[in-house]
């Protein structure tokens, strides 16, 4: 994957001066050790600075924005994205990005990679590493980095004085925002010129350094179970959902991911989470997920306003709060198939 993705990056940053800052940044399960059966899907996200812009949000939500600049760029480059309402256009940008991969991957000598078909409303472009003894799938993520006060929606999110403390809440909202180019469902029109606000580069550091005192599974500090928790959760929800493709399709491992931060905010301190008692800290932060998904009801961690479970999906909500409840009152079968 890093051959693979390293190779992409020098030849995007040479081939259009539009992109010749990006960095490339890992995030996903792999990256905060929460990975779970074998390495075989990546994230890796392409990271491009820009220069001061406007946000306006697109719906009521909170998440997502139009993004315009205030004034002509630096970069002038970045004006062919603009859109005919001023907008950039996060279509045109990816698919110009697209272009150079699918062009660039046929350079790739040592291993045989193809562009995976376009998935409607994903952010992402799909590569399929086909090699033994798996094949791997990379999904690169273009994101703008936009070095300026996070949008007014997050300013009750991120709840954790009380477990990583308030200077370290204070730290995180002085970091950059991040954009992912993703469609908003919820426009009259679809133009693809909504991005979706991006904490992931947050979310990696909490996971990573989740204890309320600061040597929590540090080499020589006490062990704890936040991670086999989060890790029992998202493998239970990939069980179900192979299981139940269709009735699950809308659930992804972002709403596992969720309702294990608010669990750690919910029991902020270290004692909480003792590491012999895995067990009972699954159980307790199943049923946190379990009461959300009977009120159709799990707000971003970081845009309170924003619910994750969409009210019109409420009858999947109850599908899979059912299949949880059947898996727990006998003893998990699904683990041990």
Known sequence: VNQVVSHLVQAIRSKDGS???IERESSGSYYERVKISEPNEFDIMLVMPVPRIQLDESDDTGAFYYVSFKRNPKEKCLLKFVDEDRKLSAFKMLEALRKIIKQEVKNIKDQEVIVARKKAGSPAITLQIKNPPSEISVDIILTLEVKQSWPLST??????????????????????LYLVAKQNKREKVLRGNTWRVSFSHIEKVMINNHGNSKTCCESDGPKCCRKGCLKLMKYLLEQL????????????????KTAFLHCCVTWPNDSDW?????????????????DCLQKSQLPHFFIPQYNLLSLEDKARHHFLSRQISHQWN????????
């Open 155 to 176: 300013q009750d999110g991120l709840k954790i004085g009380q477990w990583l403390g308030t200077k370290a809440r204070r730290d995180f909202r002085f970091e950059p």
């Open 274 to 290: 003792h590491l012999g008692n895995l067990d009972h800290c699954f159980q307790q932060c199943l049923g946190f997920f379990v």
């Open 241 to 256: 959902k192979m299981k139940y493709p269709k009735e699950l399709e809308i659930f992804c491992s972002y709403h596992v």
């Open 330 to 337: 006998n003893r998990f079968p699904v683990f041990h198939e």
């Open 19 to 21: 992109f010749s800052s």
